[in-house]
């Protein structure tokens, strides 16, 4: 997936939908149907501002009589009790859609928010932030274009864009440089990366010529000797340190010199942003 908005962006909405409306909106019939209304969505607290596209479709899809004018840009931050959007159209319809749309949007700008929380303590290191496959089921392209937003960068997508080896791939090939041939073998022109515990391993991985080596729960000082023999390499490797980063040690594990740092809590531990919807006359 490039920078872009996610293929599957119509698919999401719909399959969050139906999960939600089922057969129809029983409630919203209270409402009487000519009805129109303007809603004022409210970001509670200081967020990165992510989903807008996802919320725009959500009003699309379920009535598309429903109008959308957003204060912010995707993206951009904001402050908290700040007004993102003003939606104007058929009650019923923004009734239907609120939930849905909200969804998105917290969901979305909590992994912006976070993911930009840790670029920033790595700012000037040259080291950049990853993701990982630690996704919610059905949501993963979304999370991932959110930490694109936040200024992180993507890991691989799925199983079937790059080959990584871990350890029971190792176990079941039997060294490193067996697991490396045999990517090679059957998925050639694909980036392999292997997964490694020590320095040992290291040296193993550079010497089978991995593209990426996973440093694993390596100490700070395990973490400067492996920087230091890969730049001795006469084919370094990128450097993707993993395991046990919190944001506490993140700038200290940046310093190090590794090329990247993988954190699955940008999507697995994400709390939603805190957002409402609230509802007024529409104007004249």
């Not at 009650?91 to 969901?107: D, H, K, V, Y």
């Not at 912006?112 to 949501?139: E, F, Y």
């Amino acid at each position: 997936m490039s920078g872009g908005l996610p293929a599957d962006l119509n698919e999401q909405v719909s399959r969050a939908l139906r999960e939600d409306i089922g057969p129809g909106d029983v409630t919203a019939r209270l409402v009487p149907e000519a009805q129109t209304m303007r809603a004022r969505i409210v970001c509670r607290e200081p967020a990165i501002v992510c989903g807008i596209p996802w919320a725009e479709e959500t009003f699309r899809q379920v009535d598309a009589r429903i109008h959308a004018r957003w204060s912010c840009a995707e993206g951009a931050p904001v402050h908290a009790d700040s007004v993102i959007g003003v939606i104007d159209g058929p009650a019923r319809g923004i009734l239907t859609a609120e939930r849905t749309a909200l969804n998105f949007l917290q969901l979305l700008s909590a992994t912006a928010t976070v993911t930009r929380r840790h670029v920033d303590a790595v700012a000037g290191t040259g080291c950049r932030i990853l993701d990982t496959r630690k996704t919610i089921p059905g949501l993963r392209t979304a999370q991932k274009y959110a930490v694109r937003i936040g200024g992180g960068h993507n890991h691989r997508m799925g199983l079937y864009d790059m080959v990584l080896v871990k350890e029971n791939h190792i176990a079941a090939a039997g060294s490193i440089a067996a697991a490396v041939a045999a990517a090679r073998r059957e998925a050639p022109g694909i980036r392999v990366e292997v997964e490694t515990e020590n320095l040992a391993e290291l040296e193993q991985a550079l010497a089978a010529g991995a593209d990426v080596i996973m440093l694993d729960e390596f100490s700070l000082a395990d973490l400067r000797a492996a920087v230091a023999r890969n730049r001795a390499h006469p084919d370094p490797a990128v450097l993707e340190c993993s395991g046990s980063v919190s944001f506490e040690r993140l700038q200290e594990i940046a310093s190090t010199g590794v090329d990247c740092v993988s954190i699955g809590g940008l999507t697995k531990h994400v709390r939603a942003i805190d957002l409402s919807m609230r509802f007024e006359p529409p104007a004249g």
